[in-house]
């Protein structure tokens, strides 16, 4: 079976101390693997080396994230995965024993986060682009509670340099032509609201129940019509639903919408994923009217 990770590198994850702007080095072994899904999107793990668990699974659609240096960081080995859509923040350090290789590491991450079908540049010899993240890392970090040689403050990430934003609009700019009448008149951020979806579901509440298996595995209470409406009111709903819109302006969804039953063509674009719903919410209907 081919192997699904595009590129893999030692890394360790590193947590914000509460209450202050200091990140601490965890000393636990781990990688940083990034591979394609069965759902067609690239996924952003991070891998314990111990256990070879993936203690991590993040989801990420073209351009919602980047993979910036903290340039307050005391090693200068400590990384951060900033999401454009939210304010949400993963810290992580470098535990390859060559620092050297930070850079480069560096620059591919960003671009898979730009367009997952890229393909990583490695210069260093004889590096293989998928190696396996079950290598041994060099000493653990100190888990110090004071500052430590490995803590880093968090301030303002590393800003990519005019050519590396440049490369990156090129890899953006790749995916797909965008719509010659630029944003569409409407998107699904527009459509998702608690304005459009309460009235909804106090009109269909036959509904609520079909929507209770989508929803997240670990809901601290079990699913209920109250807990859907919390959820399609909290920002966390908003910037997902934010971060399919530019998903789908990329063109770059077709693997992911057959998962959901829909034609590939789907994927290219908003209007063409709201038509496919649409012809497929008629043919449900039309099935329906013919077995009644």
């Known amino acids: 079976m081919p192997d699904p990770r595009i590129a893999a590198f030692k890394a360790g ?23 394609n899904g069965d759902d067609g999107l690239l996924h952003f793990i991070w891998q314990n080396r111990i256990t070879n668990n993936f203690e991590e699974d993040l989801i990420l659609f073209p351009g919602e994230a980047t993979f910036n240096k903290v340039e ?24 390859d024993a060559d620092p050297s290789r930070d850079y480069e590491f560096f620059i591919n991450v960003n671009r898979l986060l730009a367009d997952s079908e890229a393909i990583p540049i490695w210069t260093a010899p004889g590096y293989v682009s998928r190696p396996s993240a079950q290598v041994s890392a060099e000493p653990a970090a100190s888990s110090s509670t004071h500052p430590a040689a490995g803590s880093s403050t968090v301030g303002e990430a590393h800003e990519p340099t005019a050519e590396e934003l440049a490369r990156v609009r090129e890899l953006v700019a790749s995916l797909g032509d965008q719509p010659q009448g630029g944003r569409p008149d409407f ?21 609520i129940p079909s929507l209770f298996p989508h929803l997240p595995s670990d809901l601290p209470t079990p699913p209920s019509a109250e807990v859907l409406q919390q959820i399609i009111s909290s920002p966390q709903f908003r910037s997902a639903v934010r971060s399919f819109d530019i998903a789908l302006s990329t063109g770059a969804l ?4 057959r998962s959901l039953g829909l034609p590939e063509e789907a994927g290219s674009g908003f209007e063409a994923f709201i038509q496919a719903i649409q012809r497929q919410a008629e043919q449900e209907g039309d099935n329906t009217m013919e077995t009644d």
């Not at 939210?86 to 810290?91: A, D, K, V």
């Open 13 to 35: 994850r590193a947590f914000r101390r509460e209450n202050t702007n200091w990140v601490d080095p965890s000393p636990t072994k781990g990688a940083i693997v990034l591979q």
């Open 72 to 95: 307050q960081s005391a090693s200068g080995r400590t990384y951060v995965l900033k999401f454009s859509s939210s304010n949400q923040r993963h810290f992580f350090w470098m535990q």
């Open 187 to 207: 998107l699904l951020q527009d459509i998702l609201t608690p304005a459009n979806l309460l009235p909804l579901f106090t009109s269909h509440p036959e509904v």
């Open 254 to 257: 077709q693997g992911f919408v």
